[in-house]
């Protein structure tokens, strides 16, 4: 039970986004994509979600291609979160949320407490009846955030559930980075397959069980952060020269510039 | 956010309609007293004795005023539902029938059966029933048309990645059909005899002067067929706001729910322009200000917008018959200058965003 990519290619205005591609998410585990701009993170993000028409290959989800997947089974098995939302209608943060419950059918009351909860796993509580669009970027990346944690809520009747996120660190502060990587390690722990495009090489280390270093549209790095993290890696694919320190408390490397 | 529960708004939206109506049927050229409905309603045995003006009283309610208002209250519902479902899809709050040239488009269709069948209708083999119905279906070809396009135009300028629908072209798409159709009835009016070119002049302008009960039952179907229709998209329509691909994964067929609102609300607007002209901005204004009041849940905005907008028409049409009597303004003309200051103030705020 997974979420696989099998030689999978994307080709956009003849401009190859996508090479040839394997990748395996495995539930419970965290995978996190690191890669210099333009590598082919996002691509592989929205290949894996089925948001785009591979040139070749195929994209399975629990055994079965995405494309013969109906449409609520797959939205309660498997959920997005995008890099930028164009929400641009004066919702209350609760509804915004609550749209995430929309291939549900689990009753209002139910899905009232989905929200409360998932709004305090991103310790959002206190914005639950602020407008969206008076938010800050980093509150309304976590309120989307809290949307596509209450679309996974519960255990999906077909298969394990998968998550993807594209940067979803990308305007949160320190603490939030934190909250949001304690989550999704719980989120992990229910069972719940993780792939997240991240910058911050320390911060995929950190929450990653398994890091995909992406290059000019192929994966050129796969393994857990102890093995793919060298220094002659991160200077052929970034250009830019770095040193490896051990973390003081855990099993990772920390890379310092 | 300091908003009205939506369930209590509904309702007063229904209740506000009560009193507007009754205003909409005893105001006009001749003020009739109330008393006159209460008489011939509940005692019908006045009106066939030698009561002359109970008699034309009755006549005038039940044979202009009524049909009239009725046909004011549908049009005016129908414009705004539909004004409120092609902002969900549109993603854009500046969407609307008339600035995007859904009308134009309509008034186009319908000017061409004008011209096109107008005459085979007069020679005899038509009636009032078919007559309608025909120009029903050419001003919901040009509505078609009209909303295919735009959305065509203005989504695939967004870039390959589809995040949202371009304002600019939105607007700039919506100017070019309404040209188009422009010229298409021009070239129609050039090539139509007196008759003809009268009852073209006529889609043009809103205006529910030609009220009739068929009308009234035609508008009525369309009505109800569109807000049982979009009443059943608003919690896809809801997740549509947040994008194309968003609303995908979450388990939305995008491209079927895209299919219903561009048919439904190119018959409601098609139907609305056969039997009452192409009227402005009541498809603006209105979703507008139920958003600002109750939210943007389609769950309640649609039928929140019907209701209002069936109150805003019924009062601009009464205040058409009122401000210049005995003659009327065209209620058009009425909405357009209620919804021109109110179109810039929206355009002001979005500005940054448009450029």
């Known amino acids: 039970m997974a979420l696989c990519a099998e030689g999978a290619s994307l080709t956009i ?11 395996q998410l495995v539930a419970g585990e965290i995978t996190a994509i690191c890669g210099p701009n333009g590598a082919g993170k996002t691509s592989l993000l929205r290949v894996l979600a089925g948001d785009a028409s591979l040139s070749s290959g195929r ?7 995405l494309a013969h997947w109906v449409a609520t089974d797959r939205a309660q098995t498997l959920a997005v979160l995008p890099q930028h939302s164009s929400l641009e209608f004066a919702f209350a943060v609760e509804d915004v949320v609550a749209l995430g419950r929309t291939p549900h059918n689990s009753g209002y009351q139910y899905d009232r407490q ?9 310790d959002g509580e206190q914005l639950r009846q602020r407008n969206y669009m008076a938010l800050s970027g980093g509150e309304q990346q976590r309120v989307q955030l809290a949307r596509v944690l209450a679309q996974l809520w519960e255990p999906s009747p077909h298969g394990e559930r998968h998550l993807l996120l594209d940067e979803p660190t990308a305007s949160l502060d320190l603490a939030h980075q934190v909250l949001l990587l304690n989550v999704l390690k719980n989120f992990a722990a229910q069972g719940v397959g993780i792939c997240v495009v991240v910058h911050d090489l320390n911060l995929a280390a950190r929450m990653a069980d398994r890091l995909l270093i992406m290059q000019n549209g192929s994966i050129v790095a796969s393994g857990s952060p102890v093995e793919v993290l060298q220094a002659e890696l991160i200077a052929h694919v970034f250009g830019v020269h770095v040193e490896l320190v051990a973390h003081p408390k855990h099993e990772i490397p920390l890379v310092v510039l | 956010m300091s908003r009205i529960n939506p369930r209590t708004f509904l309702w007063l939206a229904a209740l506000a309609l009560v009193p507007a109506m009754l205003f909409g049927l005893l105001l006009g050229p001749i003020t009739i007293p109330f008393s006159a409905i209460t008489d011939s309603l509940l005692q019908p045995g006045l009106r066939t004795e030698l009561n002359g003006e109970l008699q034309s009283q009755f006549l005038i309610l039940s044979q202009i005023r009524l049909p009239r208002m009725l046909l004011a209250a549908l049009v005016g519902a129908g414009l705004a539902i539909c004004g409120a479902a092609m902002q969900g899809l549109f993603r854009n709050p500046l969407a609307d029938p ?15 059966v004008i011209v ?21 279906a050419g001003a919901f070809s040009g509505g078609f048309i009209a909303v295919l396009v735009v959305y065509r135009l203005a989504t695939s300028a967004s870039g390959p990645l589809n995040r949202g629908t371009s304002v600019a072209t939105m607007l700039l798409a919506g100017i070019a059909i309404s040209a188009l159709a422009g010229a298409c009835n021009s070239a129609l009016s050039f090539v139509a005899d007196n008759d003809m070119l009268r009852r073209i002049s006529l889609w043009q302008m809103g205006r529910l002067d030609g009220a009739n009960w068929l009308r009234v039952i035609m508008a009525g179907l369309a009505l109800v067929l569109t807000v049982v229709g979009l ?16 609303a995908c994964f979450l388990g939305i067929d995008v491209e079927q729910l895209k299919r ?13 322009v056969a039997v009452a002209g192409a009227i402005a901005f009541v498809g603006l204004v209105v979703p507008h200000i139920v958003r600002l009041l109750i939210g943007p849940d389609h769950r309640f905005l649609l039928p929140s917008s019907a209701l209002l907008g069936a109150l805003l028409l019924v009062f601009a049409d009464t205040l058409s018959r009122v401000i210049v009597a005995p003659a009327e303004l ?21 500005r940054t965003r448009v450029a």
């Open chain 1, 13 to 23: 205005q003849h401009k190859t986004l996508l090479q040839a591609t394997d990748v």
């Open chain 1, 59 to 65: 994209v399975c989800l629990n055994d079965q291609p």
């Open chain 1, 114 to 122: 989905v929200v409360s909860a998932a709004l305090a796993a991103i």
């Open chain 2, 98 to 112: 008339s600035l995007i040239g859904v009308s134009a488009g309509a008034s186009a269709g319908a000017s061409f």
């Open chain 2, 116 to 136: 096109f069948a107008g005459g085979w209708l007069q020679a005899g083999h038509g009636n009032e029933t078919l007559g309608l119905s025909l120009m029903a």
């Open chain 2, 231 to 246: 009443l059943g998209q608003s919690k896809a329509l809801n997740a549509l706001l947040l994008g194309e691909s968003e």
């Open chain 2, 260 to 272: 219903r609102v561009v048919l439904l609300t190119a018959l409601c607007i098609g139907v609305s």
């Open chain 2, 330 to 350: 065209p209620v058009g003309i009425v909405t357009a200058l209620l919804g021109v200051p109110f179109f810039f103030s929206l355009l002001v705020r979005q």
